[in-house]
C-alpha cells in the first residue's frame, strides 16, 4: 500500500491504509478494516461506517491510478526489453492489448518525474498529447486549481476555441464515410463531454503521437 504521503486534493489520504489495517488473505483477497476486496468486486458489510465507507472510496481511487501508470510501464519495458515475446507475456496474464496500449502511450509521454501525484492518470491523458511545456503549464494548473478532469477538459476545450480565433486554420480533407461510423464517433464525443471536431482532432493527435512513439521505441530497441 502507499504510505501516507498521498493524499488527494483536499489533504486526504488515498491508496493506502490511512489508519485502517490491510489484511490480505490465502485466497487473494485483501481486506481493509471491514471491506473486503475480491478480484469480482467489494463484499461491503452491513452498517459499515460512513468515515470507513469514504476512506475506502479514496483508497480504490488510488489504486486505480496507480495500476494505469504501473501496466503502462510494464508495457513499455517489455516491448523495449523482450520485443519477440512480451505479447505471448500480454496474452498470458490475460490483459488486454489495446487498453495496456493507451496506458503505455500516455506513461511514455510523461516519465516517473513529470508525474503529478495529486492528479489522476486521467488527467494526463488529457494533455498527453500536447507539447512538453504545455502539458506542464495545464498539469500546473490543474494542481494549483484543483481542477477536476471534466474542467480540465473544459478548460482545454476553452483554449482550442480561442486559439482557432486568433489563427486560421488548415481544413481537413472531406473523407465519406458510412452513417453507422459517423455515427459511432458522435456517440464516443458525446461521451467524451466533447464537440466531435474537438474529439477528432484529439484522436487523431493522440494516434499520431502514439505511432511515432512507437516507432521511435522500435529504432531504440533494434540498436
Same mark, same amino acid.
Request: net charge positive; aromatic share 10%; hydrophobic share 40%.
Given at each position: 500500500?502507499?504510505d501516507?504521503?498521498?493524499?488527494?486534493?483536499?489533504?486526504?489520504?488515498?491508496?493506502g491504509?490511512?489508519?485502517?489495517?490491510?489484511q490480505?488473505? /490465502?485466497?487473494?483477497?485483501?481486506?481493509?478494516?471491514?471491506?473486503?476486496? +475480491?478480484?469480482?468486486?467489494?463484499?461491503?458489510? #452491513?452498517?459499515?461506517?460512513?468515515?470507513?465507507?469514504?476512506r475506502?472510496g479514496?483508497?480504490?481511487s488510488g489504486?486505480?491510478d496507480?495500476?494505469a501508470?504501473?501496466?503502462?510501464?510494464?508495457?513499455?519495458?517489455?516491448k523495449t526489453?523482450y520485443?519477440?515475446?512480451?505479447?505471448?507475456?500480454?496474452?498470458?496474464?490475460?490483459?488486454d492489448?489495446?487498453?495496456?496500449?493507451?496506458?503505455?502511450?500516455?506513461? /511514455?509521454?510523461?516519465d516517473?518525474?513529470?508525474?503529478?501525484?495529486?492528479?489522476?492518470?486521467?488527467?494526463?491523458a488529457?494533455?498527453?498529447?500536447?507539447?512538453v511545456?504545455?502539458?506542464?503549464k495545464?498539469?500546473?494548473r490543474?494542481?494549483?486549481?484543483?481542477w477536476s478532469?471534466?474542467?480540465?477538459r473544459?478548460?482545454?476545450?476553452?483554449? /482550442? +476555441? #480561442?486559439?482557432?480565433g486568433?489563427?486560421?486554420?488548415?481544413?481537413?480533407? /472531406?473523407?465519406?464515410? #458510412?452513417?453507422?461510423?459517423?455515427?459511432?464517433?458522435?456517440?464516443?464525443?458525446?461521451?467524451?463531454?466533447?464537440?466531435?471536431?474537438h474529439?477528432?482532432v484529439?484522436?487523431l493527435?493522440?494516434a #499520431?503521437?502514439? +505511432?511515432?512513439?512507437g516507432?521511435?521505441?522500435e529504432?531504440q530497441?533494434?540498436?
Open positions: 500500500m502507499r501516507r504521503t498521498n493524499q488527494d486534493n483536499n489533504g486526504r489520504p488515498y491508496g491504509t490511512s489508519g485502517g489495517q490491510v490480505p488473505s /490465502r485466497n487473494g483477497t485483501t481486506r481493509w478494516e471491514q471491506v473486503l476486496i +475480491t478480484r469480482v468486486g467489494l463484499d461491503i458489510p #452491513a452498517g459499515l461506517p460512513f468515515d470507513r465507507w469514504e475506502a479514496y483508497q480504490l489504486i486505480a496507480s495500476s501508470w504501473c501496466l503502462g510501464d510494464w508495457l513499455i519495458y517489455g526489453h520485443a519477440d515475446r512480451y505479447k505471448l507475456a500480454v496474452d498470458a496474464v490475460a490483459l492489448y489495446q487498453t495496456l496500449r493507451n496506458y503505455a502511450w500516455v506513461a /511514455r509521454r510523461f516517473s518525474g513529470r508525474r503529478r501525484d495529486r492528479l489522476s492518470f486521467q488527467h494526463h488529457e494533455v498527453a498529447a500536447l507539447p511545456e504545455e502539458q506542464e495545464w498539469l500546473d490543474a494542481v494549483e486549481s484543483m478532469v471534466k474542467h480540465l473544459a478548460q482545454l476545450k476553452g483554449e /482550442r +476555441t #480561442a486559439g482557432r486568433r489563427a486560421a486554420g488548415l481544413l481537413l480533407p /472531406r473523407i465519406e464515410v #458510412a452513417r453507422a461510423r459517423f455515427q459511432r464517433w458522435q456517440a464516443a464525443a458525446e461521451n467524451s463531454g466533447a464537440d466531435l471536431d474529439w477528432m484529439s484522436m493527435d493522440r #499520431a503521437a502514439q +505511432t511515432l512513439d516507432h521511435a521505441g529504432r530497441a533494434g540498436r
